[in-house]
Every structure is written in C-alpha cells, then in structure tokens.
C-alpha cells in the first residue's frame, strides 16, 4: 500500500492485506486454546449451477469461509471487522450460504442503518469537525454509493432475489472498505479501546511460527497486525500529523515482505518497538491536548491507548513496568468515565514521557 495514501487526509486508507502465493497451503493452528483461523481458500459455494439456473462463472467461486473477525475482497484481500457495519455483513454473508434470505436481508439493512450512523458521527470527531471542514477530508460520495448499494441489496435479498456468494461479496466489501475510509473514524473512542488489542494475538503468533520456522504463516500474521495498526493509524492521521508513525509501518510492512526468507524474532520485535514507540509518543501528547482543551474524557481513553501501547513495547524489548501501564489504564478509565479528578494525570504522563526516552535507547531497540 503506497505510503500516500496515508498522509495528508483524516480518513483512513482501506486497512488491506494481499494474501501470499503461498497462502492456499493450511498452515499449523496455534498452540494456544484459541486457535488463529488458516489461510483462505477459494471454492465453490452454492454448487455448480445458480439459484437462476444459468451456468456458474470464475466469478462465482467463493472463499469457503471467511476467518473469523476478518472480510475477504475479491482480491483475496483481508479487511478486519472492526464495527456494526463488518459484523452485520459477516452475519449476512453466513445466513445467505445457510440460505436465510430473509434474515440475510435483515443483516445488511442493520449493516446499512450502522454505517448511515457512523457517517453522521464523523462531525463529531476532535480535531476534524472543530479546525477545519469535513468535506476536505472526507469523501461522502463514497459513503453515499455504499449506503445505496446495501439498501439496493437488501430490497433484492428481502424478494427473495439471492445473489450468488462472490457477488454478496463483492458488494458487502466495497461498502465496507468505503466505512473503514471514511467512516469509522468518527466512532467513539470507547469502541477504539477493545480494538487496540488485537495486533498482540497475530504478533504473538507471528513470533510462535517464525520459532518453528513456518515462515509463510508468520508473514500472514505479521500481515494481518498491520492490517490492524491501519485501522488505527487513520484514526490517528484524523487527529493530527501521522507521517512518523506511516514510516514505521510501512517499513514494518516491507519487513514483512522480507521475512519469507530471511529474519529473526529479534528483528521482528525491533521493528514493531520502533512503530509502538511513535504511536505511544503521539498517545502521551494527543492526552496533553485534550486535557489542556477541557477534555477529559478524550484524554482519558488516549491514556488506555497509551498504556495499551507501552506493554506492546515492554514485551518486544523484554523491558516492563506494569505498573506505570496498569497506573495509565486506570487513569483512562477513571476519566473516561468522567471522574480521575483526585488522580494524579500529569505526572503520570510524565513518567510515561520518560518511559519513553529510555525505551528509545539503543540498549532497548536496536
């Protein structure tokens, strides 16, 4: 993904991964309890004919199942379910091959009324709707065609007008890509916080297979984090300057590409500590801002953010204070929830300021 889509404009670019060549092999699941989906792989769905009787296209021969928390595009891209919208699509897509019409239609309407939802909320959104107009950052023309398309799917679904799986496909994830560009920005941060966590289960697995030596299964999931950290980096790039921390992952990105043949968890976690380092230093000051503008509810969920950052960075330097980031956590959820006024905020963003100085050190990320 070219680094100029990232920089310069509030809404996230679409948060893809292209699946490897290699990727139509099933890889080892996870030797944890909760086992990490394998690569998707492309069949047939609703058999050889469709529902109309004419013959089954290319077009037609669908990913079996999508894994879990994720979409799959045409171009065997992944998109993480991150909202109602992803949820609701996903919802739709199983019922449709269960062949619940009915409740399928149902599903995308919920799809379509969630994203018209979020698309209002993007004036709501600090730093965006309050310093300069929403209509230069945001595209509404693309949340407008992908409202339209899902009602359009739903009134076909709703008269029992099936469509084949890959064309559901190909509508549920144009629309869902134009809700992560544009519209999932705008939701609240209280939704963002259970999102942060979710690179840790594929940098964890990542480090697992590259250990065993299963290479292409650690790209995959090296991969699907930084699908992840897009998705975060668009709202970031809403709120302020975000070109430090595209650089960082876009050379994590290109690490990836690298570590089919070559690379170490070492390597690994040096890279994802450099990334970490500047989305935590842009968490310590956007939490600054938003307490010296009367926000203390904002600051309070840019200090979970922060605090979910500096663990990532204590366990890719093997360097912990667990209690400076369950000290944040409970900050952030104190003023989230509009109280924190007897904690002691500003000095502890200033022990998270120098956390970060000596993180920074060559002794810790070289």
């Known amino acids: 993904m070219c680094n100029q889509r990232w920089r310069g404009r509030a809404a996230m670019a679409a948060a893809t991964i292209t699946l490897l060549a290699a990727c ?9 309890g909760d086992a990490l989906d394998p690569h998707p792989t492309r069949e047939r769905v609703r058999g050889d004919r469709r529902d109309d009787g004419a013959g089954e296209s290319a077009a037609d021969v669908a990913v079996r199942g999508w894994p879990t928390g994720w979409m799959v595009t045409e171009d065997d891209e992944l998109l993480p379910v991150v909202d109602d919208v992803g949820r609701a699509l996903s919802d739709a897509r ?49 949340l407008v065609e992908a409202r339209a398309a899902l009602h359009r799917l739903a009134d076909r679904l709703g008269r029992g007008h099936a469509p084949s799986v890959a064309e559901l496909d190909a509508i549920t994830t144009r629309a869902y890509r134009a809700d992560l560009e544009h519209a999932w920005v705008g939701v609240h941060d209280e939704g963002v916080t259970v999102f942060m966590a979710r690179p840790d289960r594929h940098l964890d697995a990542a480090r697992r297979d590259l250990r065993a030596g299963a290479r292409a299964s650690a790209v995959d999931q090296l991969k699907r984090a930084i699908a992840l950290y897009r998705v975060e980096l668009g709202r970031v790039a809403a709120s302020g300057d975000a070109n430090a921390i595209a650089d960082r992952l876009d050379a994590l990105d290109r690490y990836a590409a690298e570590l089919t043949s070559r690379g170490t968890v070492e390597d690994l976690d040096a890279r994802v500590a450099r990334l970490e380092e500047e989305l935590a230093e842009h968490y310590v000051h956007r939490a600054r801002a938003d307490l010296d ?19 990532r960075i204590d366990a890719a330097t ?24 007897d904690r002691p905020v500003s000095a502890t963003l200033d022990q998270a300021q120098a956390r970060l100085m000596v993180l920074a050190s060559p002794e810790h990320i070289n």
């Not at 139509?24 to 944890?32: T, Y």
């Not at 619940?100 to 995308?108: E, I, M, N």
């Open 293 to 311: 503008k009367g926000r203390p509810r904002d600051a309070g969920h840019a200090a979970r953010a922060l605090s979910v950052h500096l663990a």
């Open 24 to 32: 139509g092999q099933p890889r080892q699941l996870a030797a944890r």
């Open 318 to 341: 093997d360097a912990h204070d667990d209690v400076l980031v369950a000290s944040l956590d409970a900050i952030g959820r104190a003023l989230a929830s509009g109280g924190g006024e």
């Open 94 to 142: 199983r019922q449709l091959i269960d062949g619940a019409t009915g409740r399928a239609a149902r599903s995308v309407r919920r799809a379509a009324a969630a994203l018209d939802a979020q698309a209002q909320a993007t004036s709501a959104i600090p730093g965006v709707a309050d310093e300069r107009p929403l209509g230069e950052e945001i595209e509404h023309d693309a």
